[in-house]
């Protein structure tokens, strides 16, 4: 679910990282907060923070810094 990007389904998801990995001077730090399995252990939740790096097209540094949530 990338800002200004439409929904990523499928095999769409590998397509949309796959690009963000090949921009150039990107890095990607993430830090989980928690880490919740649920009851029965079938499913869990991640929450943490993101930090994105990379050369805008301009080449200049930037920085994106957010939060995010894996089911």
């Known amino acids: ?3 200004n990007a439409p929904k990523a389904t499928g095999m769409a998801i590998r397509s949309a990282w796959a690009g ?3 921009t150039p ?3 990607l ?3 989980p907060v928690s880490i919740t399995p649920s009851d029965d252990g079938t499913m869990a939740y ?3 923070t993101y930090e994105y790096r990379y050369r805008s097209p301009k080449g200049r540094p930037a ?3 957010g939060k ?3 089911v």
């Open 1 to 3: 679910m990338a800002p």
């Open 20 to 22: 963000m990995f090949k």
């Open 25 to 27: 001077g990107m890095s």
């Open 29 to 31: 730090k993430i830090s």
């Open 46 to 48: 991640d929450v943490g």
């Open 63 to 65: 920085t994106d810094k």
């Open 68 to 70: 995010y949530l894996v």
